[in-house]
Nanobody, 124 residues
Framework: QVQLVESGGGLVQAGGSLRLSCAIS????????MGWFRQTPGKEREFLAG????????WYADSVMGRFTISRDNAKKTVYLQMNSLNAADTAVYYC?????????????????WGRGTQVTVSS
């Protein structure tokens, strides 16, 4: 019954920033860990960042460490991904997902609910 809806994507110039949001709706029995992934056509879905139910700890892929920051506001039932210093390689569809075990998972199979994604395009 839980639904995730991403927003905040769009077109941005290289070097710029975007903040993505993931709104959580429906029945949320607990505040579960969440994660962000991205995917380009013909490529495997790539883990980006994860966050525990309480907001700490967080964990990141090496490719975005220092540039992306995951956070959450449980009062608003929203998870965020702040993306800085964007480059053309960051162009992808970005997804948020729920990790019910809260085990610092980095693979899609450990996430059980997914949003539909939001497109991020970085112009070079």
């Amino acid at each position: 019954q839980v639904q995730l809806v991403e927003s905040g994507g769009g077109l941005v110039q290289a070097g710029g920033s975007l903040r993505l949001s993931c709104a959580i709706s429906g029945i949320t029995f607990t505040f579960t860990a969440m994660g962000w992934f991205r995917q380009t056509p013909g490529k495997e879905r790539e883990f980006l960042a994860g966050i525990s139910g309480s907001g700490f700890p967080t964990w990141y892929a090496d490719s975005v460490m220092g540039r992306f920051t995951i956070s959450r506001d449980n009062a608003k039932k929203t998870v965020y991904l702040q993306m800085n210093s964007l480059n053309a390689a960051d162009t992808a569809v970005y997804y948020c997902a729920r990790n019910p075990r809260g085990n610092m998972a980095r693979v899609p199979k450990d996430y059980d609910v997914w949003g539909r994604g939001t497109q991020v395009t970085v112009s070079s």
